[in-house]
Structures are given as structure tokens and as C-alpha cells.
């Protein structure tokens, strides 16, 4: 099962081609910032992605292959137990 | 504080041309991620306005099933005649295939109801890419 971190439309892009998201959609916001590698997308569309920006409410990131996320830690985790 | 969204200086797309959005979910064309896809357009440039890519000879459908929709398991597919026959106006956004498709009075109902009542044809995407794990 994916576990989606932020929730995200890949057909949006801006003008340097980069994706969008709401910070305010993550699931957990605190865990955003410039560089972190998350699950962003739908259920019928995500991809892991690399966070290349954050301004004001906005995610800027790219996709990125699972090889490549795999580099910066394991890609499966527990889900989130709730509060 | 909304944004400056580069419009592209590109003739008008041709009647008879194709045009592919991804699929969110399993819902087909589901109101509430237009509108929300729309709402974050707003949002950012101003404008409300759905994404979409347009395919001509340098961007066939074929490589935008392995490109822009790879991680979609499924797109929707229209003509653009069949959107401007509705009030809605294509418009050459950010990086090239991109467009958005808007209303021609920035109506973000009607644009939802138009897109969705316009002809289209729901198609797999042979050259998905889910990468599960």
C-alpha cells in the first residue's frame, strides 16, 4: 500500500516545469522542507519526489524514481499510528 | 499574493487537436478535484484554470503517456474543438505542452461543469510507471 505524504495534482506544473502542492494538504507538514525526498500524488498518479522549494503554502518539487529515493532511506515505513 | 504565470506566445491550437489531462483517482472527471485543481491555479496566478497537455508533433500522445502522464494509470481525452465549443479557451502556460484550459469569465462552476460535459474518452495508460515496492 503507498502512503501518500502530499497530496498533489502531477498535472500541475509551474513555470519551470517543477510540481505544486499545498503545504497546508500535507499530511505531515512538519516534515516538508528543501530537499526531502516523500510520496507526493493520487491515488491513481504519485511518484516520489524531492522538495525543491517551499514559499508561503506552496511545495515546489520534482519526481524522482524509486532507485533514487531509495538513496536516501528505506522506502517502506510504518504508517503513521493515530494520535 | 498571487503570481506571474508566463503565457507562452504560440498560434492557436488547431480544432482537430488532442489534448490529455491524467487522472487523479478512480472517479473519472470528479468535480471536486477540478475544482480544487482550479482553485490552486487561482490561487497562485489569479486565473482559474485545469492543466492539460497538448499533443502535436513533437509531443504525440505516445510520449506523453511515458512522459508527462507516466505515473497515470489512466488520462482523459478530448478535441479541442470540443472545449471551445463550450466557452472554454485554451491557454499556453508555463513549459511547453502545458496549457490550461479556463472559462472565458474566469466562472470556476463553469468551467467545472463544461469540462466535464464536453466529449472525451477515458484511456488507459499503456506506459505506466507505478513503481510499487
Known amino acids: ?83 | 499574493m498571487t503570481r506571474t504565470r508566463l503565457r507562452r506566445v504560440e498560434p492557436t491550437p488547431a480544432p482537430d487537436q488532442v489534448v490529455l489531462r491524467g487522472l487523479l483517482g478512480a472517479a473519472g472527471l470528479d468535480s471536486a478535484e477540478l475544482r480544487q485543481a482550479a482553485g490552486l491555479n487561482h490561487d497562485l496566478y489569479g486565473f482559474y484554470g485545469v492543466s492539460v497537455w497538448l499533443t502535436d508533433g513533437a509531443h504525440p500522445a505516445e510520449t506523453l503517456e511515458r512522459t508527462k502522464l507516466v505515473k497515470f494509470d489512466r488520462y482523459v481525452q478530448f478535441v479541442v474543438a470540443d472545449l471551445t465549443a463550450r466557452e472554454l479557451e485554451l491557454w499556453a502556460t508555463g513549459m511547453s505542452p502545458q496549457y490550461d484550459v479556463v472559462h472565458g469569465q474566469d466562472d470556476l462552476d463553469r468551467l467545472v461543469e463544461e469540462l466535464r460535459a464536453a466529449p472525451h474518452q477515458v484511456r488507459l495508460n499503456p506506459q505506466v510507471d507505478r513503481e510499487e515496492h
Open chain 1, 1 to 83: 500500500m503507498i502512503y501518500i505524504d502530499l497530496p498533489a495534482d502531477l498535472n500541475t506544473e509551474d513555470d519551470r516545469g517543477l510540481n505544486i502542492a499545498r503545504r497546508s494538504d500535507a499530511v505531515d507538514p512538519a516534515k516538508l522542507s528543501p530537499g526531502a525526498v516523500l510520496v507526493a500524488g493520487a491515488s491513481g498518479a504519485w511518484s516520489w519526489a524531492v522538495i525543491d522549494a517551499i514559499e508561503d503554502d506552496y511545495v515546489y518539487f520534482h519526481q524522482i524514481s524509486g532507485r533514487e529515493a531509495s538513496q536516501h532511506g528505506p522506502l517502506i515505513t510504518p504508517l503513521p499510528r493515530p494520535a
